[in-house]
C-alpha cells in the first residue's frame, strides 16, 4: 500500500482567517485530509475519525468532540509562505504560554 496523500483540486483553498485547525471535519473542505497544511491539527482529526467520527452525522459531536491531545494552538502563527517555518524559539529564555494565556495567541 502506498503512503500517500489524495488532493482534490477541486476544493477551493481556504484563506488562513477562515480556515479550521480541523480541516475537513470542522468544515473546510480544503483541510486535511485532503492535502496537508501546516497549520491542520492532523492528531485531533484523526483520533476523531479512527474512534468512529465518520459514522456520525456531524462529526463534532460528544464524545468524539472531546478527543485530543490537548493542543490546539501553536507557540506563533504559521508562516503562510515558503519554507512555513517560524523562527525557532530561544532555549534560554523560554517559557510555556498556555492558549488562552496573554500572548498565548487565540483557541481555534
Do not use: C, W
Request: net charge positive; no cysteine; proline share 10%.
Amino acid at each position: 500500500m502506498a503512503d500517500i496523500l489524495r488532493l482534490n483540486t477541486g476544493a477551493p483553498a481556504t484563506p488562513y482567517a477562515q480556515a479550521s485547525r480541523l480541516g475537513l471535519i470542522g468544515g473546510d473542505p480544503a483541510g486535511f485530509p485532503n492535502g496537508r497544511r501546516v497549520y491542520d491539527d492532523v492528531t485531533d482529526i484523526a483520533l476523531r475519525v479512527v474512534m468512529g467520527g465518520v459514522l456520525v452525522s456531524g462529526f463534532n459531536k460528544f464524545p468524539n468532540n472531546r478527543l485530543g491531545d490537548g493542543v490546539s494552538v501553536n507557540g506563533k502563527d504559521p508562516v503562510l509562505s515558503f519554507p512555513f517555518m517560524a523562527p525557532s524559539p530561544s532555549r534560554r529564555d523560554r517559557r510555556h504560554i498556555d492558549p488562552g494565556e496573554e500572548g498565548g495567541g487565540p483557541v481555534r
